[in-house]
Each structure stands twice: as C-alpha cells, then as structure tokens.
C-alpha cells in the first residue's frame, strides 16, 4: 500500500518567508509525527498528533513552528519568519496508534533550505 | 531524562565481514528500542525493533540485535555485509507511553569490496 507522502521534496525560500510543509499519512493511521533532522544529526522529535490535536508539541523550537490536522488525516507544518537555522530536512511519521508501542513508519521527507 | 548514544560515527568494514554497530540508551523506565536505515537520498525504513520477551531480535536483509538491559545496549549485528549495506543507520528509544522517538546521531556504515 501507499506509504507515508511528503510535498514538497525540496523547499528553498529567502530568510524571513512563510513556508509550509505537507504530510500525507498511511492510510487508517491515527498517530502522526513531526521531526527535522539537520545534517549530520539524527532526527529531533517537534510534535505527536493523535486523531486531529496536538498531543504532545514539547519539541516545537519555537513560536515560529505551528502544526494543524484538522480532520485527522493530513497534516501541514507551518514556519513563520523563516531564519537559516531552520534549514533542515523535516520528516514525517506515522503509525496504527492503536497501542503503547506502535511502529512509526516515515515518508522521505522535506529537504528546507532558508537563505 | 532519556538519551540514546552510538558509539560510532562511521564504520568502514569489507565486504563479506560481519559488523556490529554499538547503540547505548538511558531511560529510568521500560524503554522500547528501534533501529532504522537510510540510504543515501532516501527516507529512513524500520530494520527491526525491540518491544518486550525474546532480547534477540531479527530484522531485514539479515540484521539482528540484542537487548542487554544489565549494560543497557541494543547493538546491531551482521554476520556478513554486502556492498548494498552501504548506508546510515540509526538507533532509537521510546520510553513508556511516551510516544516521541529519541535518536542517536547515526552510524554511517560503508562497506568496501
């Protein structure tokens, strides 16, 4: 089956601009995941969506970063002011979320490049 | 607070070798373990994962890993790389209920002929 999608692959936008990023998650998956990985790191945790509100957005560096899921499904990652440190590669996961210790399964992400 | 560690940055190993890459976790409660692959230009895919019962666990393309709680490691093992296996590989935990995945900083693994 289809995995998880992410639009668009590559983002390049001017310091200060408003960008958003789009994920598509697996099909019937109730939990959905925000992380950015920068390069040469492993991937940070920014926020959990369960169903269509935020369940835990304890990693969001900023108020800069919003994220909605308005019907559970789609979600979109919005960054205010973009600043160069925001470059990143911005990943998407999601899972079942049926239980505790569900698998996360990611799309191939968002590569951000702010100049 | 929790923390996943590997011990390695980069691991070159020949073809046909096996290999191990070292993963260390601190969590004061039950933990779930996970290791994930890159490849190059590509998004990360499940190897395998650690939930509860048996603490050798198998995974795809003929990885394995052991969860030791006494020394609070999981590394990943192979008894014999291919070319193929040329990638990054990640090790990360969850703690409890707690949802969010906490990574390591990779293990870049490059398999010479």
């Known amino acids: 089956g289809a995995g998880v999608s992410q639009t668009p692959s590559n983002k390049v936008t001017e310091k200060g601009k408003y960008v958003e990023l789009r994920c598509d998650p697996i099909?019937?998956?109730?939990?959905l995941y925000w992380y950015r990985q920068s390069l040469g790191q492993g991937p940070e945790f920014l926020i959990y969506?369960?169903?269509?509100?935020?369940?835990?957005d304890s990693g969001l560096p900023n108020d800069r970063f919003f994220a909605v899921r308005p019907e559970g499904s789609v979600s979109t990652l919005k960054i205010q002011r973009t600043e160069r440190g925001d470059s990143a590669v911005y990943l998407c996961?999601?899972?079942?979320?049926?239980?505790?210790?569900?698998?996360?399964?990611f799309g191939p992400g968002t590569r951000l490049t702010v100049l | 607070a929790q923390s996943v560690t590997q011990l390695d940055s980069q691991v070159p190993v020949f073809e046909e070798a096996p290999v191990e890459l070292r993963c260390n976790y601190s969590?004061?409660?039950?933990?779930?373990l996970f290791w994930y692959v890159q490849y190059p230009n590509q998004g990360l895919q499940l190897l395998l994962k650690?939930?509860?019962?048996s603490t050798l666990v198998k995974g795809i393309n003929g990885f394995e890993a052991e969860f030791n709680k006494s020394q609070t490691s999981f590394h990943l093992r192979k008894p014999s790389v291919h070319i193929s296996d040329t990638a990054e590989y990640f090790c990360a935990a969850r703690a409890g209920n707690n949802r969010k995945l906490i990574w390591g900083l990779g293990t870049s693994l490059a398999v010479n002929p």
């Open positions: 969590s004061s409660v039950s933990v779930y």
């Open positions: 996961a999601s899972s079942p979320g049926t239980a505790g210790a569900d698998t996360q399964y």
């Open positions: 969506f369960q169903g269509t509100g935020a369940a835990d």
């Open positions: 650690y939930l509860s019962g």
């Open positions: 099909s019937g998956h109730t939990a």
